[in-house]
């Protein structure tokens, strides 16, 4: 009688729990009942995992406000869930919100967890939001992943500040504005941010993370 | 004839072909200009000599009455042309810069951010609003304001990091920025356009 009564009561309680959680923008923003429902769980669990939940529900919105399927809305949703979980695992349990959110884009962006991992190694309880951020942006712009890894692996290495990491992102967004090729512009450019911070370590265009020890040649002229 | 005879004859006719002949002023130029004429119309397209023809300045004349009347005809055209111009959702001109604020800013939840501004040039557009992660996609929330020569422009704290974002003009047109990458990954067939926000420049 009284397990009964307790099972209920925590019944009772995850459920008053659950609705307590529901996000009033996902009311408003998702008026199907189902999509709600799928997305919501998806929170929850990711809630009960202890992973952020606002980047899930952003997604949400995100979809809702590009009018996407619902079922795309809910692919989404539950495919960010993934990766938040494998980048706090790849970035460690004391990783902030911040950088498993970073973390998680980066994955999504398409680089490996052993690029995370090899990150949070060099970079160790240094904030890695930014570093995170750059790598995604540098992809963006076309520069190949594992180039990029290597990039930010050995600026890294060398101790440079997130300011420094994004005026490096920002030289090699101009090298490409001005045609460069990005691969050669992110190699060239991390050579010569690692010699202003101390080092002369740089990179080899595809290297894999932590094997970039070698000094490039400079880039070829386009014709 | 004898032999003497006929070398006699054939040197008085050879000193009359020697004799240089006198030409007229100008000749060459006439030569010339002939040669160029008949050049141009074995190599010219027909449609170049057509063009030629088109843009060769000619004087009309016209009658004040005819001269109404075909002003009249203009604006008619005009007027019916304009009848028909719906302004498009989306600008003719597009462009983009983001142009972080020298002032950093911290949002109420003291996280660290910086302001930035958000520019969009385009002049036919009757609304245009920034929309992103940072203002849960809601076009409500984060309008532009438009200045006389058609820049919309906003300014934000974001918090340091990667932030995704668009423009939406007009209430459905999705306009990326052509200064900013675009995020690689993109989940409902509309890209974002991609910000990093860090921190200031030491």
């Known amino acids: 009688m009284i397990r009964q009564f307790v099972v209920t009561l925590a019944g009772v309680a995850l459920t008053a729990a659950a609705a307590g959680a529901q996000d009033p923008r996902l009311a408003s923003r998702l008026p199907d009942a189902d999509t709600r429902a799928a997305v919501e769980a998806v929170v929850e669990s990711a809630r009960r995992a202890g992973l952020p939940t606002e980047p899930l529900v952003d997604k949400a919105l995100e979809g809702a406000s590009k009018r996407a399927p619902s079922e795309r809305i809910v692919a989404a949703v539950r495919n960010l869930a993934a990766h938040l979980e494998v980048a706090r695992r790849a970035l460690g349990p004391e990783s902030s919100e911040a950088e498993v959110i970073a973390g998680a884009s980066a994955l999504h962006a398409g680089y490996t967890v052993e690029a995370l991992s090899a990150l949070r190694a060099r970079r160790g309880r ?15 712009r076309g520069v190949p992943r594992d180039t990029a890894t290597a990039a930010v692996l050995a600026l890294t290495e060398r101790g440079v500040r997130d300011a420094e990491l994004v005026a490096f992102q920002s030289g090699v967004e101009r090298d490409i504005t001005q045609g460069a090729p990005p691969g050669e512009s992110a190699t060239v450019r991390s050579v010569i941010e690692s010699d202003a911070a101390g080092g002369a370590v740089g990179v080899t265009q595809g290297n894999t993370p932590g094997s970039g020890t070698n000094r490039p040649t400079a880039p070829k002229r386009r014709p | ?174 306009t990326l920025d052509p200064s900013a990458p675009s995020a690689p990954a993109d989940d409902f067939g509309k890209p974002n356009s991609v910000i990093t926000v860090g921190e200031s420049a030491p």
């Open chain 1, 126 to 140: 240094r904030p890695l939001t930014v570093a995170l951020a750059v790598l995604a942006d540098l992809v963006a």
């Open chain 2, 1 to 174: 004839m004898s032999d003497i005879e006929r070398d006699e004859l054939i040197e008085r006719v050879a000193r009359e072909v020697r004799r240089p002949v006198a030409v007229g002023p100008g000749l060459d130029a006439r030569i010339m200009a002939a040669v160029r004429a008949e050049r141009s119309r074995a190599t010219d397209p027909a449609a170049r000599r057509a063009w030629r023809w088109l843009v060769r300045p000619r004087t009309v004349a016209l009658s004040p009455l005819a001269g109404l009347a075909m002003a009249a005809g203009v604006a008619g055209v005009m007027v019916l042309l304009g009848r028909g111009d719906s302004r498009p959702a989306s600008p003719a001109a597009t462009t983009a810069v983001l142009v972080p604020a020298a002032a950093d800013v911290r949002p109420a939840a003291n996280t660290p951010a910086r302001e930035v501004q958000f520019v969009l040039v385009a002049p036919r557009a009757r609304q245009v609003a920034v929309v992103g992660d940072f203002n849960d996609w809601d076009p409500a929330r984060t309008p532009m304001r438009v200045s006389a020569s058609g820049v919309w422009s906003a300014r934000l704290p974001l918090a340091l990091g990667r932030h995704e974002y668009a423009f939406v003009v007009d209430g459905a047109g999705w």
